[in-house]
């Protein structure tokens, strides 16, 4: 640190007091990993200094500049340092009113840096400018090593969110984003929504404060708990996998290790029997007896070679089992799918009929409404008529009435307020009507696109469920092969072992043919000794020291009668491995049917979910029923009220034409 102290003060004409005090301060503290300059004014030239001493190994791996009133250029000089920096894992720039030109710097950063996992960006003005936003977006999307990302109360809007929506289907390293505070709204919300269907590896996602709708932040919430549930399942299997990798290496290697041990044996013994052949040539006379205890022995080993081929096909019987298991085992899993279908396609025709319902009713409301407009045209019309009747009966009192002309004129001033208040009421009733049927056509819109938008997310859940189950399926099918592959290993070696037994077999036949040309070299020289009879006495001598050697003989061949007994002993040793090892593979395989019913389980509750999601959405069109039936009564109350008003104004006007003096003259005549 002390280095970097140095270093900055050489490269600063004017190096800053503040920046040097903090790092003599850090030189002397104990944890040197740390450079922190929050609340400090930077210059543009310790922003250029620092930008040139950042590159390659810096002696700190998180970098702290909050609230540094930092310049446009600074921010570019410090950025372009950190592009190739290795050791920083932390960059902090809260509070410094980023704008074009740093989003385009933090844009290049994120593309070439490789190192920093946790980027802090509270409290700037990114999503301001949309051409730089949109730059940073794609530095996003290019970064495979960012993990954490803070844009809290970045004013960013829904164009913004749907860049952050494009990079993120890109981006496959970060985990936590923090959007707080900004202005997603509704299209935002659901263009990161469906950005989440592609992206699996961002496990949180704040969006409060944003007027984003509460049933898309419950489904962003479903989405990251997902994607913790998937990245969890992910790192057990990337786990079992490793294991069972190493289990399937040592049992390699043990297979090999036996291997070898058992070929260096029958090296050994090919050589101690040629060795005890030699001998045999040379001493047929004398190895009459020991040929026969061969022959016992060799009886005592073919009856231990039955018992061995007995457990063979035992082991083989059990092998049938498990493959009758497992066919039982695929076709109980098969058979569960085609129910899963066969309910997913019920499920879809249920909502289809309900789709076709909702259609039918909207299509009844619209020619109510129809009618409804029909109905008040007429009524204008009457209206219409009644005005033109009224214009006649003015013009008949006008000419009628020359001697009583103030009288008329009071009479046609009276006629035209009423006229004015009955068109001001007429056209308030009218504009009031317009509205409601606005409101209500505007209403349901509004709920057919809500029910449309919430049908195709049901979709949407639908098909990742079931993208899910695939996955689920494949990975169990890809098990499954490995245990096959594995029990087809077991065999080959159990058939390998067969093989050797084959070959001892025809070593013992070897053997029992070298004995009967022993035996027949035996009877010619039995005629030799019946000719040889003066020489017995000179050849006691050497009997005793051939009897000797045969004691000898007979040692060697109780030490190879031990030697091939320990070999069977080893041979049943492994077979009771590989049972073993069978059983466990069975028991690897309850687990995956456990598995199985546990996602079936999950199918069964999301199912009902649907259900109750369904039933929700019928209840709500029958409320909308009944508001609209509420809607209808107060139109025909309204227009009862309309024609009443009507008929006493026409009553009204009829009574006063009878009480005045036209009407009396009228009557006289």
């Known amino acids: 640190m002390e280095e970097f102290r140095q270093a900055y003060a050489r490269l600063c004409a004017a190096p800053q007091e503040a920046v040097l005090r903090v790092l003599r301060e850090r030189g002397t503290a104990p944890g040197r990993g740390r450079l922190d300059l929050t609340a400090q004014s930077l210059s543009l030239e310790t922003c250029g ?25 600074g921010v570019k000089l ?46 700037n003005n990114l999503g301001v400018w949309e051409e730089g936003f949109s730059f940073f977006c794609q530095g996003l999307g290019a970064n495979n090593v960012l993990q954490r990302l803070d844009l809290r109360n970045n004013q960013i809007n829904h164009q913004g969110a749907g860049e952050l929506a494009m990079a993120l289907k890109q981006n496959a390293s970060l985990q936590e984003l923090d959007l707080r505070w900004n202005n997603i709204g509704l299209l935002g919300g659901r263009a990161l929504l469906n950005c989440l269907h592609s992206n699996k590896t961002l496990k949180k996602l704040e969006l409060a404060g944003n007027n984003v709708p509460s049933d898309i932040l419950k489904a962003v919430e479903q989405a990251m708990d997902h994607n913790q549930d998937r990245q969890t399942i992910l790192s057990e299997t990337q786990n079992r ?69 007995a457990a063979l096909a035992l082991s083989e019987q059990k092998a049938h089992n498990l493959k009758e298991q497992m066919n039982v085992v695929r076709q109980e899993q098969a058979s569960m799918a085609e129910r899963h279908s066969k309910e997913l396609q019920q499920q879809k025709q249920e909502a289809a009929d309900r789709e076709e319902k909702l259609l039918c009713d909207l299509s009844a409301a619209s020619e109510k409404n129809l009618l409804l407009r029909n109905q008040v045209d007429e009524l204008e019309k ?41 068109k001001q009421s007429l056209e308030d009733m009218e504009s009031l009507r317009l509205k409601e049927v606005d409101h209500m056509t505007q209403h349901l819109e509004t709920s057919e696109r809500s029910m449309q938008d919430r049908i195709q997310r049901l979709e949407a859940i639908r098909i990742a469920l079931e993208e899910e189950l695939r996955q689920v399926k494949a990975a169990a099918l890809a098990e499954r092969g490995q245990a096959e592959e594995e029990f087809i290993k077991v065999r080959n070696q159990a058939r390998l072992e067969e093989q050797r037994l084959e070959h001892l077999e025809e070593k013992l036949r070897m053997m029992t043919e070298a004995r009967d040309e022993a035996q027949n070299c035996c009877l010619k020289q039995k005629q030799m000794v019946a000719e040889a009879q003066a020489k017995a006495n000179q050849l006691s001598l050497q009997a005793d020291g051939l009897r000797r050697r045969l004691e000898e003989l007979q040692q060697d061949l109780n030490s190879k009668e031990e030697e091939k007994v320990a070999e069977v002993n080893k041979v049943k040793v492994e077979l009771q491995e590989q049972i073993g090892h069978l059983q466990a593979e069975r028991t690897a395989q309850d687990g995956l049917r456990e598995k199985i019913a546990a996602l079936e389980r999950q199918m069964k509750a999301l199912s009902s979910n649907h259900r109750e999601a369904l039933l929700d959405k019928e209840g709500e069109i029958s409320m909308l029923l009944e508001k609209l039936r509420v809607r209808e009564a107060d139109i025909s109350r309204m227009r009862e009220e309309e024609a009443q008003r009507a008929s006493f104004l026409q009553n009204a006007i009829m009574t006063y034409v009878q009480g005045s003096p036209l009407g009396t003259h009228s009557s006289r005549k």
């Open 382 to 422: 009457k209206c219409k008529g009644q005005q033109d009747q009224l214009f006649q009966v003015k013009q008949d009192l006008t000419n009628t009435t020359a001697e009583l002309k103030l009288r008329a004129v009071q009479a046609e001033e009276r006629l035209e307020m009423e006229k004015k208040r009955f």
């Open 49 to 73: 200094a620092l930008g040139r001493l950042l590159p390659g190994a810096a002696p700190f791996t998180e970098v702290v500049l909050g609230d540094c009133g930092l310049s446009e250029e």
């Open 78 to 123: 410090l950025l372009h340092g950190l592009c190739s920096n290795t050791t920083v894992k932390s960059l902090d720039l809260k509070g410094n009113n980023l704008r074009t030109v740093g989003a385009e710097a933090l844009g290049k950063l994120l593309k070439q840096n490789k190192s920093i996992r946790s980027l802090i960006l509270e409290w």
């Open 241 to 309: 996998t490793y294991i069972l990798t190493k289990e399937v290496l040592s049992l390699k290697d043990e297979k090999t290790k036996q291997f070898l041990d058992l070929m260096d044996t029958i090296d050994k013994q090919k050589e101690e029997i040629a060795r005890s052949g030699r001998i045999s040539a040379a001493r047929v006379s004398q190895l009459q007896e020991a040929l026969d205890e061969q022959h016992s022995i060799m009886n005592s080993l073919k009856a231990k070679l039955q018992m061995t081929e």
